[in-house]
């Protein structure tokens, strides 16, 4: 439950490009400060939040970003915890995670002091404020990627939910829904309880059978012909048993049947008739629902392997592809996601694995979609988005889990059909596109999914979309003040 709570940072630096391999470095931008000038963006500020967007333009010409030259380990110590002690986090109470919401539970505690024993022995750590600080950050880095790399995932990738259900008390309710509980029993026990059904109810009738004809003398006059029998040719349990499979399955051979000698004969009869419909209506309607169930059509539909962040008509948008593999098309197919994270109230309450919409286009009806080729399904990061405020850097910081859920009517059968993926916050590839699968061929569009996973980089700003959203409003409100400059400086010069 713990595991998708946000990580704190290891690296002050606000923005940069995000990398493409885990274990590459990103490359650090220039330090940002906290809040926006009144007036006036520089060109290093600018460089600062898109390190790797092409420049913006003004009114003068174009504003040239300044690189950013790799940090030197000193500069990074400077950056984490700067000689002031009052800007440091530790001195300044900021709020740091407890390691016990952070880690996983497989995870002992004594690895982690070993851990951190063996980083603090290995680097000395100074005293004071900038000491704490360091230390701090190099107990945290082990114990955060091993949690990253041990998270339990909420759904998996192929769609199956990793929710064990215990302690049930009310067993009883699965027995009021008897035919969606043989159905979703596994196909070894559904063939178990199919065969069981039958077997017994042959042996129970034929034991009754043998017990009738028992009773009535039938087994001790066998072989008398002036002996008028209730069941002819049952005399022992074997022939009672064969009695009654041919009876319940209609077989009918002719050298065993019930005679109008007994009234008892024709009454048990006539109840393993109804009681062998009854049994052949529930097992076939059970066993058709079983073969014919649309969560095997599920497995044609098939979604990308990542997630991608880039812009889209002047918007950050995160996208995700999704296909059909079949012919038969998906009837009145519709997608939505839901965001997996944990959180804690302002009141102090913690919501584990609390659930929040995606907005898919459910406003527009863009989420509606007519499945014939892939389509790239994007989230536009707005306002109400919660990854309005999320940038490439604090990105990697975070632990959720987006379920990207498909549903739709299975054209050949009617019934509907759901397909489920889930992408974690490492399956995000900020600043990437999905290449064109589509060609035009011989008057048709061919679709070629061996590009249907495949991406490219693309520049795309590493900051968030408030921040651009902001850099844009500020850019807005600059151009004005630019404009009657520029008229002050023409009529000063006017003759």
């Known amino acids: 439950m713990l595991a998708y709570l946000p990580r704190p940072p290891t690296d002050t630096?606000?923005?940069?490009?995000?990398?493409?391999?885990?274990?590459?470095?990103?490359?650090?931008?220039?330090?940002?400060?906290?809040?926006?000038?009144?007036?006036?963006?520089?060109?290093?500020?600018?460089?600062?939040?898109?390190?790797n967007y092409p420049s913006l333009t003004r009114r003068g010409g174009i504003i040239p970003s300044e690189p950013s030259s790799p940090p030197s380990r000193s500069s990074l110590d400077t950056?984490?915890?700067?000689?002031?002690?009052?800007?440091?986090?530790?001195?300044?109470?900021?709020?740091?995670?407890?390691?016990?919401?952070?880690?996983?539970?497989?995870?002992?505690?004594?690895?982690?002091?070993?851990?951190?024993?063996?980083?603090?022995?290995?680097?000395?750590?100074?005293?004071?404020?900038?000491?704490?600080?360091?230390?701090?950050?190099?107990?945290?880095?082990?114990?955060?990627?091993?949690?990253?790399?041990?998270?339990?995932?909420?759904?998996?990738?192929?769609g199956k939910c990793q929710v064990n259900l215990g302690n049930i008390q009310e067993k009883k309710r699965f027995l009021s829904d008897i035919f969606t509980t043989i159905v979703d029993l596994k196909y070894r026990w559904f063939l178990f309880v199919f065969m069981m059904c039958y077997i017994v109810t042959w042996v129970v009738f034929g034991t009754v059978y043998f017990f009738d004809a028992w009773a009535r003398g039938d087994v001790g006059h066998r072989g008398d012909p002036e002996w008028r029998a209730c069941i002819e040719n049952v005399d022992d349990f074997v022939s009672a048993l064969l009695f009654s499979v041919e009876s319940?399955?209609?077989?009918?051979?002719?050298?065993?049947?019930v005679t109008a000698n007994c009234a008892e004969g024709v009454i048990l009869l006539m109840a393993q008739s109804i009681v062998g419909s009854m049994i052949d209506a529930l097992m076939v309607g059970c066993m058709f629902v079983k073969i014919s169930r649309p969560k095997k059509r599920a497995q044609t539909l098939i979604?990308?392997?990542?997630?991608?962040?880039?812009?889209?008509?002047?918007?950050?948008?995160?996208?995700?592809?999704?296909?059909?593999?079949?012919e038969s098309h998906m009837v009145d197919a519709k997608i939505r996601a839901k965001l997996i994270k944990s959180r804690q109230t302002a009141e102090g309450?913690?919501?584990?694995?609390?659930?929040?919409?995606?907005?898919?286009?459910?406003?527009?009806g863009e989420?509606?979609?007519?499945?014939?080729?892939?389509?790239?399904?994007?989230?536009?990061?707005?306002?109400?988005?919660?990854?309005?405020?999320?940038?490439?850097?604090?990105?990697?910081?975070?632990?959720?889990?987006?379920?990207?859920?498909?549903?739709?009517?299975?054209?050949?059968?009617?019934?509907?059909?759901?397909?489920?993926?889930?992408?974690?916050?490492?399956?995000?590839?900020?600043g990437y596109r999905f290449e064109p699968c589509m060609s035009l061929e011989k008057g048709a569009f061919r679709v070629d999914y061996s590009?249907?996973?495949?991406?490219?980089?693309?520049?795309?700003?590493?900051?968030?979309?408030?921040?651009?959203?902001?850099?844009?409003?500020?850019e807005q409100l600059e151009q004005p003040a630019l404009g009657l400059y520029w008229d002050h400086i023409l009529q000063a010069r006017a003759p």
Not at 303 to 326: A, H, I, P, T
Request: charged content about 25%; glycine content about 6%.
């Open 13 to 51: 630096s606000r923005y940069g490009t995000f990398p493409q391999k885990p274990e590459l470095p990103a490359a650090p931008g220039a330090l940002v400060e906290d809040g926006w000038q009144p007036a006036g963006i520089t060109a290093a500020k600018r460089g600062a939040l898109m390190p």
């Open 79 to 158: 950056r984490h915890c700067p000689t002031d002690p009052s800007r440091c986090p530790a001195a300044a109470g900021a709020r740091w995670y407890p390691l016990q919401a952070l880690s996983v539970p497989n995870i002992p505690s004594s690895a982690r002091s070993k851990t951190s024993a063996r980083s603090s022995a290995t680097v000395p750590v100074p005293e004071g404020p900038q000491g704490r600080c360091r230390k701090l950050l190099e107990e945290d880095g082990p114990v955060l990627q091993a949690g990253k790399r041990q998270r339990q995932r909420y759904v998996t990738k192929v």
């Open 248 to 257: 319940q399955r209609t077989i009918g051979y002719g050298s065993r049947m």
């Open 303 to 326: 979604f990308s392997k990542n997630c991608v962040v880039s812009r889209r008509d002047e918007k950050l948008c995160l996208m995700f592809r999704v296909g059909d593999l079949r």
């Open 349 to 364: 309450e913690f919501i584990p694995l609390e659930q929040s919409e995606l907005n898919l286009g459910y406003d527009t």
């Open 367 to 430: 989420d509606r979609l007519f499945l014939v080729e892939p389509q790239i399904i994007c989230h536009v990061i707005n306002r109400r988005s919660p990854f309005w405020d999320m940038s490439a850097e604090s990105l990697r910081r975070e632990q959720f889990e987006i379920i990207i859920i498909l549903e739709g009517i299975v054209e050949a059968t009617g019934m509907t059909c759901q397909a489920r993926t889930s992408y974690t916050e490492d399956e995000i590839l900020w």
């Open 451 to 474: 590009r249907f996973e495949m991406t490219f980089e693309v520049q795309t700003p590493a900051a968030s979309a408030k921040e651009l959203q902001e850099l844009k409003e500020l």
